[in-house]
């Protein structure tokens, strides 16, 4: 399955990715890495032919990433800390074809800060979600949810740092699930 992942920063959850190919756990090529900021460290973590630099400032911002990921092939574009909400046009151009990981139990705390927004809220227990994108803020059909307890004397670091193993275990185990699914289909 190729995969065209969409980053805007560190890029752990690409590298998740990264590592389980390598490792043969996962049938996966990633075909393109997009990224909206030019110095996003995540597109130091493959070769320059697989990374693009789409700035969010481009005319053609969505139909660039769209072209590139349709000229390599993709089969499925995960967004993986993209930090920019796509429009209707994008999402429908690849329908049923676009996951997302969020660090809460969605549907609570979307959008930015979700770790902060748990600690605000005091709840007890947060995690993580992978989903399919659709036009809501952080909606669509739950793929997949681990489940974090908040511990006293958490902090945003501490909390995020904990969330973020989850999320790369459970990115990963998603897209071999959908790799193993379109396999035998
Ligand atoms: C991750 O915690 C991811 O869940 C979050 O950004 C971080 C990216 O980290 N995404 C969102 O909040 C999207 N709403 P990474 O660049 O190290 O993978």
Known sequence: MRLGVLVSGRGSNLQAILDAIAAGALEAEVSAVVSDKPDAPALQRVEKDV???????????????????????????????????????????FA????????????SFRGLHAQRQA??????????????VDENLDGGPILAQTA?????????????????????RILVETIANITHTKKNS
């Open 119 to 132: 600690l605000e809220r005091g709840v007890k227990i947060s995690g993580c979600t992978v989903h399919w």
């Open 148 to 168: 974090v307890p908040v511990l006293g004397g958490d902090t945003e670091e501490s909390l995020s740092e904990r969330i973020l193993a989850e999320e790369h």
């Open 96 to 107: 049923g074809r676009i996951i997302n990981i969020h660090p809460s139990l969605l549907p």
């Open 51 to 93: 990374a693009v630099v789409v700035p969010r400032k481009d005319p053609r911002f969505e139909e660039t990433i769209a072209s590139v990921l349709e000229e390599r092939g993709v089969e499925l574009v995960v967004l993986a800390g993209f930090m920019k909400i796509l429009s209707p046009w994008f999402l429908e151009r």
